[in-house]
């Protein structure tokens, strides 16, 4: 059974993005996989990267830079717990899903902060081992988000642009950076402002995608894929 | 004299993030103007966008829904008070000027919060007033941030891309929806990697440029300035 990493960044577990993260865990589970969430309001999780997450000494006491001391923390096994059993997550999973609704063009910054913590250097890249060598490579991502706005304001015209304009920093930037491929997102559009019955159909179309997953090939994640 | 509020991302007063906003707080003071600083790890600022942000009773406690609850809590002026000061900051400022390191292709989470919070509906943007005719016009913004990767890694052609693809969410997403005009960046490539001598003239580089910067005209932000 393949292992998936779930990734869920809302308050409210009644919320739409709750359900959407509870559909995907019920169609994996289903299909065998190993299905673990970091809820990570839940967790309270920390979002801020410092000194904290070093235990211990120093690297360079004088002058702290965060990406020195958390490779060098890497490297002896010097991480904060936290971070440590986010790492072991990721490292177990095949597939990472990260659920969230879009704030501000990105992901809320609950879900930045996992994302700065976490994937330190040492652990999924460091140089020349990053994009197609990165060190999580042979793992699968997929952003699954709801918009505030509707699919026509997403497009390439319109004044919020295309909506794959805002993914190149989260699919290229954060996991194939990190030697992650990645999947074509799942977007569910102003769930907000439509009638319950379209809701019902988002969850029903989610589940329906998630039964062929594995079959799906992930995108060229290049810059023709977003900006062409 | 103008306003500037500097909304500022990083650890350790030594960095070069911390010289380059001492270069922007004494230029710009010589020139009268009167500056503020948000120095949000200092501050422990809260990413975290949480019930916590609402004092009081909440519009609906069956459901929690951020986005209503902050912004009913905003015209009843019941925000908690670290999002008062911050929009009281943000009010009076002729300029945002952010200044981070590039963290994923983005801000720190710690500064994805500060926006996450700070810029509320009703506040900041409130439908239609969105993009030109946002809540916040008349105020210009600026994102000064250094990198990890040279500036030849942020070309077109390169394995980054243009370094302008990943400001589209910040510049456009956050600043233009607000109503804010957006000056051209300044970022410093890979200082962590250059001579001593080469960090101390980016450093007067940027003195150089605030000297004229209420002279500037806005970027364009359409997607022609990213994409094109």
């Not at 990493?5 to 409210?12: D, N, S």
């Not at 015209?157 to 295309?162: K, L, M, R, T």
Request: with cysteine.
């Amino acid at each position: 059974g393949r292992k998936v990493l779930i990734v869920y960044a809302h308050q409210e577990p009644k919320s739409f993005n709750g359900s959407l993260k509870n559909v995907a865990v019920e169609e994996l589970s289903k299909q065998g996989c190993s299905v673990t969430v970091s809820d990570l309001y839940a967790m309270q999780f920390e979002p801020r990267a410092t000194r904290n997450d070093i235990v211990g000494f120093l690297h360079n006491s004088e002058e702290f830079n965060y990406g020195v001391e958390t490779w060098e923390a890497y490297k002896r096994g010097g991480l904060s717990n936290d971070v440590v059993k986010e790492q072991k997550k990721v490292q177990e999973a095949d597939l990472l899903l990260f659920q969230f609704p879009l704030y501000w063009f990105s992901m809320p910054a609950i879900m930045k902060g996992w994302v700065d913590r976490v994937l330190v250097r040492g652990f999924a890249h460091e140089f020349p081992n990053c994009y197609d060598s990165g060190l999580l490579k042979n793992k699968l991502a997929l952003f699954s988000f709801t918009t505030g706005g509707s699919e026509e304001m997403y497009t390439k015209g319109a004044i919020n642009g295309d909506i794959r304009y805002l993914l190149w920093p989260m699919q290229h930037g954060i996991m194939h950076f990190c030697g992650v491929k990645v999947l074509a997102p799942h977007v569910c559009f102003a769930p907000e402002y439509v009638p319950e019955e379209k809701r019902k159909e988002m969850l029903i179309a989610w589940a329906q995608r998630l039964k062929t997953l594995w079959k799906e090939e992930p995108i060229n994640c290049s810059p023709e894929w977003y900006f062409k």
